[in-house]
């Protein structure tokens, strides 16, 4: 779910034109989410193949990557989740309880023919299987696109490409990365421009922002390591939040105070007593610093067997997502030609 920055971030509504030949460092398992909540039939069913594999995931993967990439020439680098902190423990377990709740009510609403409920019930049980991420691995690896395996939380290796150059900027829905230290964070880098929202089972648009952490923090005068204290009073992945403090108040307690040792006692005594851990899983992330960013080669057979014979893709359609992927290694090589002569 991420940390609450809504009210006090500081952003640029933005569009894929402006954002056109940048590199992004991608929260695979955030986009993976995503494709498997929105891609499905109108009951709510997840797209399938014949042998009953869910599919959703490797659509939107392919058909959608490839054309952020050919048609806004961005390069693209995947990154996946590792092993979650302990610290994460029960926030995994609510989510797990959630998406069960969901799935029960998808069922009952379909026995109703309440096709509208059965959709938005449907969209908050999504789960990612780690058949999944491998089958999505499989499919970057023959697209020849690079994908780097976190140790820990995704987002924070992500962001810590960003922070050493590797990409222009880190791309996720949640704010976290800005937690992690991305110098720049691009949240809904997507072509369909809408998200559903369960709730109100309806669609909202959506238009890339892009969140820059210095003004930011500028903005607010403080650093990242009081934006860290800041999240910790509002509430993250891995901790409950102080009851009755949203972003704002967060802020203006953080400011007057500095951090969190010196905030009111009446307020301190309701932290986790592990905060300085927590403070760690943001300041000290676990993260891989030897990695490959580098492109392959399309494996075009190769493609076609995995999504054509193995997952039921229409070859036709495959046919355009590879068309795509030859017009953007054409323009890559075109664009390292002219860097190397200068």
Known sequence: MGVNLTPIILKHVSDLKELKGKSFAVDGNNYLYQFLALIRMPDGNPLKDSEGNITSHLTGLVFRTTRLMCEYKMRLIFVFDGKPPELKNEEIKKRREIRKKASKEWMEALKL?????????AVVSSRLTQSMIDDSKRLLDLLGIPFVQAPSEAEAQAAFLAAKGEVWAASSKDYDSLLFGTPRLVRFLTITGKEYLPSKGSFRPLKPELIVLREFLEKHGMTREQLVDLAILV???????????????????????????????EIRIQLPRNYSKIRAVFLEPDVCERYE???????????????????????????????RMKRFYSWTKQSDLKKWLG
Do not use: W
């Open 113 to 121: 023919g309440d096709y509208m409920t059965a959709f938005s019930k």
């Open 235 to 265: 509430g993250t992945d891995f901790n409950q939040g102080v009851k009755g403090i949203g972003p704002k108040k967060a802020l203006k307690l953080i400011k007057t105070h500095g951090k969190l040792e010196n905030i009111p006692n």
């Open 293 to 323: 960013t580098s492109f392959g080669e399309l494996r075009e057979e190769e493609l076609y067997h995995f999504l054509c014979e193995e997952r039921d893709f229409s070859r036709k359609r495959v046919q355009t997502a590879v068309k």
